[in-house]
Every structure is written in structure tokens, then in C-alpha cells.
T-cell receptor, first 115, second 113 residues
């Protein structure tokens, strides 16, 4: 079946511009997560959506980062006034529910480069 | 979430079993052990998870010690395509408590011909 889909796969933009990254989760998955992976670094949690509950935004690094999930499906991660340190691979994952026993399945990410 | 300790790198001969260890000595009774792997330029791939009992699926086996302080991921017949970074993660089991995965540095497995 279809996995998690992310677009674009690559994005190059100038410092100071805003960017939007899209995630289409696996159909029927109620939980959705965003992570990022900087060059040579591990995966860092950003934000988590579960059903109609308030999202867990504890991993967002600054107020330039925001995310929304419309209709309980597609999610968009927005970075405003991008900085060079925002360059990273942004990964989206989804799971059947928020329980710890439900594995998260990842997309292949959006590689963001800030010039 | 409990922390995990893994060797930074391991080698394995093609066709042999790859046994990847993980220590999680501070694991709580309600935390699962998860294994993921990441092949270059791809997102992490889920492999297997378990709570107390050993588990097996089409990809691998997970052996958890009785005291749950360590586990081993077994790839029974490693191929060159199994070359990847393998992550061992512990994760809270409760509903709406098990959100984020905390990734460490993992083990870089190199399968050699």
C-alpha cells in the first residue's frame, strides 16, 4: 500500500524566505509526526498531532516554525524567515494511533537547503 | 524515556546472522523496545518492536532479556542491502504518551561480501 508521501523531495531557497513542506500520511493513520535531521546529527522531534487533541509542539525550535494538520489528514510544516541553520532533512511519520505500541512509519523526507 | 546504548559500528559477512546489541538498563515496565534502520538518503524504516516477549517478523527477530535491561536485534541472513544505521529506541506505551521517538546515534552495520 501507499506509504507516507512528502513533497517536495528537495527545496532550495534563499535565507529569509518562507517555506512550506507537505506530508500525506498513510490512509487511516490518526497520529502524525514531524522530525528533522541535520547533517551528521540524529533525528530531532519537532511536533506531534493525534486526532483532535492539541498538538505536542514541544520540539519546535523557534516561533518561526509552525505546523497544521487539516481534516485530520494532510499536514504542512511552515518555516518563516528561513535561516541557514534550518538546512536539514525534514521527515514526516504517521502511525495508526498515539499508543506506544503503534509503530511510526516514515516518509523519505524533504531535503531543505537555505542559501 | 529511557536511554539506550549501542556500539557505534559493526561488521557482518554476507549470508551470516547479524546480531545487534542494545542496552537499556533504565527501561520502565511500560516502555516498548523499538528498532528502526536508516539507509542513506531514505527515511527511517520500522523493523520490529516488543514489550516483554521475544518477537519475530519477516525482517528480523528481537530478543529481550528477562530483566528487560538489554535486547538483541537479529538479522538471520544479512545481505548487502542490510547495510544501514540501526537505531534501538525505548518508547512509553501509554495512549497519547508515546508520541515522539528519541533517536540516539545508532549502530552503523556494514555487511561485507
Amino acid at each position: 500500500g501507499a506509504g507516507v508521501s512528502q513533497s517536495p523531495s528537495n527545496k532550495v531557497t534563499e535565507k529569509g524566505k518562507d517555506v512550506e513542506l507537505r506530508c500525506d500520511p498513510i490512509s487511516g493513520h490518526t497520529a502524525l509526526y514531524w522530525y528533522r535531521q541535520s547533517l551528521g546529527q540524529g533525528l530531532e522531534f519537532l511536533i506531534y498531532f493525534q486526532g483532535n487533541s492539541a498538538p505536542d509542539k514541544s520540539g519546535l525550535p523557534s516561533d518561526r516554525f509552525s505546523a497544521e494538520r487539516t481534516g485530520g489528514s494532510v499536514s504542512t510544516l511552515t518555516i518563516q524567515r528561513t535561516q541557514q541553520e534550518d538546512s536539514a532533512v525534514y521527515l514526516c511519520a504517521s502511525s495508526l494511533g498515539g499508543q506506544g505500541g503503534q509503530p511510526q512509519h516514515f516518509g523519505d523526507g524533504t531535503r531543505l537547503s537555505i542559501l | 524515556d529511557a536511554k539506550t546504548t549501542q556500539p557505534p559500528s559493526m561488521d557482518c559477512a554476507e549470508g551470516r546472522a547479524a546480531n545487534l546489541p542494545c542496552n537499556h538498563s533504565t527501561i520502565s515496565g511500560n516502555e516498548y523496545v523499538y528498532w528502526y534502520r536508516q539507509i542513506h538518503s531514505q527515511g527511517p524504516q520500522y523493523i520490529i518492536h516488543g514489550l516483554k516477549n521475544n518477537e519475530t517478523n519477516e525482517m528480523a527477530s528481537l530478543i529481550i532479556t528477562e530483566d528487560r535491561k538489554s535486547s538483541t536485534l537479529i538479522l538471520p541472513h544479512a545481505t548487502l542491502r542490510d547495510t544501514a544505521v540501526y537505531y534501538c529506541i525505548v518508547r512509553v506505551a501509554g495512549y497519547n504518551q508515546g508520541g515522539k521517538l528519541i533517536f540516539g546515534q545508532g549502530t552503523e552495520l556494514s555487511v561485507k561480501p
